[in-house]
C-alpha cells in the first residue's frame, strides 16, 4: 500500500460543532473514535451526579465535552438532547429587547448593572425549550413524562400562558421585523420566543407576566410524572466581545444570570425528581468578567463545574492524551485506507521524527500547544493544507508551518481578551510585544509599557494597568515565567505569574514568530544579593514621580528610572533628591527633619 501522504488525514474540525453539524450515524462514530476524553472526567458524573457546569480556556475542548456526553447519553440512555446556544440563538435585537423588556433605562444606568435582574426570562424561555422540544419530538418512542393530564395542562399553559392577549390572535403572522400593536412596540423574534405580547413602556406589566408565568410553570411541573428516559439540554457559546460598553454590559448580565437560571431549574428539576439535566460550558475568561458583576456566579461554578485540564502529568511509558488525539486522527486515516498499523507507537514512529529544533518530539508538540485539543487539530490543518505530499511530522514540517501557526494562534489566544478589553486595547497589547524581546524581567516590561504609551492618544486604559495585564497574559498563555531554567506556565496549573527578581518573564514559544520576538542582548542572571559588591558611581536626580508596582517602588527622576523593593523606599516623596549607583545606592532626603542615609540593594536595567 502507498504511505499516506499529508493530503489523506482525517484531521477534523477546529470547533466540535462544525464538526458534528451533520450528524449523522458516520459522523457520530467517527467523532467518537478520535475523541480523548480527559484523564480525570467520569462522563457519567454529569448523569448521576450534580456536575452541570463545564470551564476552561478556549480551545480547550469544552464544546467537544459536551457534544461527546450528548451522543453517549444517547447510546446508553436513549436521551432527548437539545441545544441553546447563547450567540447564534439570539441575535442583537433579541438580547436589545431582552434587557429593554424589563429595564428601559439601561444604558443610562449602567453603573447599577450589577443589581439587574435577568434571571426570569431565562427560565422562562427554559420553560419553553422543554415543550418545544418534546412537543417536535412527541411520539410515543420519545416521551419523558406520562401523558396524563398534568403534562398535558403544563404543554398548554407554557406554550400559550396568556390566551387572552392579543398575541394568540396575530401569532401566525408574526415577522422578524417589528410591528407595532396599539402603540406598543413587539419584536417578532422575541415575541415568538417568549410566547406572549409585552409593551416596552409598560416594564411592571412584563415584570409580572413573566413572575406569574414561571411560578405557575414550576408549579405545574412538580406534578408531572417521569418516564425512565432522560432529556439533556447543552448550553454553549457564552461568548463576550468588547464591541461597545452598552453591548458588553448587556452580554455580561445576560450571561450570567443564564448561568444562575441553569443552576435553580437544576434545582428544581432534582428537588422534583424530573429526569432533566442542563449543562453549561463557559470559558473562563468570560467566566471571571461575568464574576465581576455581581451575585458571585463563581460560587455556582466552584460547586458544580468541572474544569477542563490536560497538564496533567502521565505514567511512565504512557503517552499524553493530546498525543493520543493527534495519533488518533492518523488511526482513522490508516484504518480508512486499509492499513493495518493501528497501534500508537507504530503510527508514532511512522509519522513523527524523534526530536525537532533540538527538543523531544511530543515535548515540543505539547508545549506549542498549550496542552489544547483545538492547537493539535490547528498544526494537523496547517499540515495538511501548506505541506500535503510530506509524509512525516519533523523538522522541516514545523518549520514551513510555524509561522502560519504561531499567526493563528496569536488570533485565537487574544480573543480571550476581547471578554475584557476593547479593539484600541487590544492594539496596544500587540505594539508592547510586537518586536520585542522573547524573555525579560518585571522591571524591563514596566518600561515597555511607558514606552508603548507613547505611540497611543489617547492612552488606552489597559497601559495604565501594567499588573493586571501580566496577570491576564499569564493566565491565557501568552507569557509564563523562568527561573534558573525551571518554567511556569497557566497551561501546566500554575495560578498567577510572579515578578520578583528571581523570575524573568517569557513569551511563549508558539507566539514568537509572529511577535518577532528577539533574544534580549542584555540579559543578565539575576544578582546575587550576598556577592554583590557596592559601588558608587553617584548621580545626582530629583524625584518627579513614585508609583507602587507588585511589592516594587518605580522611582521617576530626571532623566533617570529606578527600581527597588517597596520596603525601603515607604517614605520617599515627589521632589526629594536620590542618589544612583549600579546595584547599591544611597538615599538622602532634602528634608533635615525626614534625613536618612541607608544603603540598599537594587537591580536595574543595563
Known amino acids: 500500500m502507498e504511505k499516506l501522504k499529508m493530503k489523506d488525514l482525517h484531521v477534523g474540525m477546529m470547533d466540535a460543532k462544525d464538526e458534528l453539524i451533520k450528524a449523522t450515524p458516520e459522523v457520530k462514530e467517527r467523532f467518537i473514535e478520535t475523541y480523548i476524553i480527559p484523564e480525570n472526567l467520569d462522563v457519567k458524573s454529569f448523569w448521576e451526579k450534580h456536575y452541570c457546569f463545564i470551564t476552561g480556556l478556549k480551545g480547550t475542548g469544552k464544546t467537544a465535552l459536551l457534544r461527546y ?329 514545523f518549520s514551513h508551518i510555524i509561522i502560519e501557526y504561531s499567526k493563528d494562534s496569536w488570533m485565537e489566544t487574544i480573543e480571550e481578551l476581547k471578554a475584557k478589553y476593547n479593539s484600541e486595547e487590544l492594539k496596544a497589547i500587540r505594539k508592547i510585544f510586537y518586536g520585542y524581546y522573547k524573555e525579560f524581567t518585571y522591571e524591563e516590561f514596566l518600561i515597555q509599557v511607558e514606552n508603548t504609551k507613547k505611540l497611543f492618544n489617547p492612552i488606552p486604559n489597559v497601559l495604565n494597568k501594567p499588573d493586571e495585564l501580566l496577570d491576564d497574559l499569564f493566565r491565557i498563555g501568552v507569557i509564563g515565567n523562568i527561573s534558573k531554567g525551571v518554567q511556569r506556565w497557566a497551561s501546566r496549573g500554575e495560578e498567577e505569574i510572579l515578578t520578583g527578581y528571581m523570575y524573568n518573564i517569557l513569551v511563549h514559544p508558539a507566539l514568537r514568530k509572529y511577535l518577532c520576538s528577539i533574544k534580549n542582548p542584555a540579559f543578565k542572571p539575576p544578582v546575587n544579593k550576598k556577592t554583590t559588591a557596592i559601588k558608587k558611581e553617584e548621580h545626582q536626580g530629583e524625584v518627579i514621580n513614585v508609583s507602587i508596582n507588585k511589592g516594587f517602588s518605580f522611582i521617576k527622576a530626571k532623566d533617570v528610572d529606578y527600581f527597588a523593593p517597596l520596603r525601603n523606599y515607604k517614605n520617599i516623596k515627589n521632589g526629594q533628591n536620590i542618589h544612583k549607583c549600579k546595584v547599591k545606592f544611597n538615599v538622602r532626603y532634602n528634608n533635615k527633619k525626614d534625613k536618612c542615609d541607608e544603603a540598599i540593594e537594587i537591580y536595574l536595567l543595563p
Not at 209 to 231: E, G, Y
Not at 284 to 289: A, F, G, N
Not at 342 to 369: A, C, H, P
Open 69 to 397: 456526553i450528548g451522543i453517549m447519553a444517547e447510546e446508553e440512555l436513549n436521551s432527548l438532547n437539545s441545544f441553546i446556544l447563547f450567540k447564534s440563538n439570539f441575535n442583537t435585537y433579541d438580547k436589545e429587547n431582552m434587557i429593554r423588556l424589563i429595564d428601559k433605562n439601561f444604558v443610562n444606568s449602567l453603573e447599577n448593572y450589577s443589581n439587574a435582574d435577568y434571571e426570569i426570562i431565562w427560565k422562562w424561555l427554559l420553560h419553553r425549550h422543554i415543550v418545544e422540544n418534546i412537543s417536535s419530538n412527541h411520539g410515543k418512542d420519545n416521551l419523558l413524562f406520562e401523558g396524563n393530564p398534568a403534562w398535558d395542562t403544563y404543554e398548554k399553559f407554557v406554550t400559550n400562558p396568556f390566551p387572552d392577549t392579543k398575541f394568540k390572535k396575530i401569532q401566525k403572522s408574526l415577522a422578524k421585523a417589528t410591528v407595532e400593536i396599539n402603540g406598543a412596540i413587539f419584536d417578532g423574534n422575541l415575541g415568538a420566543k417568549l410566547g406572549f405580547e409585552f409593551n416596552f413602556d409598560d416594564i411592571q406589566t412584563n415584570k409580572s407576566k413573566l413572575n406569574d408565568a414561571v411560578s405557575t410553570a414550576d408549579r405545574l411541573l412538580a406534578d408531572i410524572i417521569p418516564l425512565n428516559r432522560k432529556m439533556f439540554i447543552f448550553v454553549d457559546e457564552l461568548e463576550l466581545s468588547y464591541e461597545s460598553e452598552e453591548s458588553y454590559r448587556r452580554d455580561q448580565i445576560l450571561i450570567r444570570d443564564l448561568i444562575i437560571s441553569v443552576y435553580r431549574m437544576n434545582q428544581l428539576f432534582e428537588k422534583q425528581s424530573l429526569n432533566i439535566k442542563i449543562i453549561c460550558s463557559v470559558r473562563s475568561e468570560v467566566l471571571l468578567s461575568v464574576d465581576a458583576s455581581g451575585k458571585e456566579v463563581n460560587k455556582y461554578i466552584s460547586s458544580y463545574g468541572y474544569p477542563i485540564y490536560w497538564n496533567e502529568a502521565c505514567a511512565v511509558g504512557t503517552r499524553h492524551p493530546l498525543i493520543e488525539l493527534f495519533i488518533n486522527r492518523i488511526r482513522l486515516s490508516e484504518k480508512n485506507a486499509g492499513s493495518h498499523e493501528v497501534t500508537s507507537d507504530k503510527i508514532w514512529n511512522k509519522w513523527f521524527g524523534s526530536t525537532t529544533e533540538g527538543q523531544d518530539m511530543e515535548q515540543y508538540i505539547l508545549r506549542l500547544t498549550w496542552f489544547r485539543p483545538r492547537d493539535i487539530i490547528r498544526i494537523l490543518t496547517l499540515a495538511k493544507t501548506m505541506r500535503p505530499s510530506d509524509e512525516t511530522f519533523d523538522n522541516k514540517l
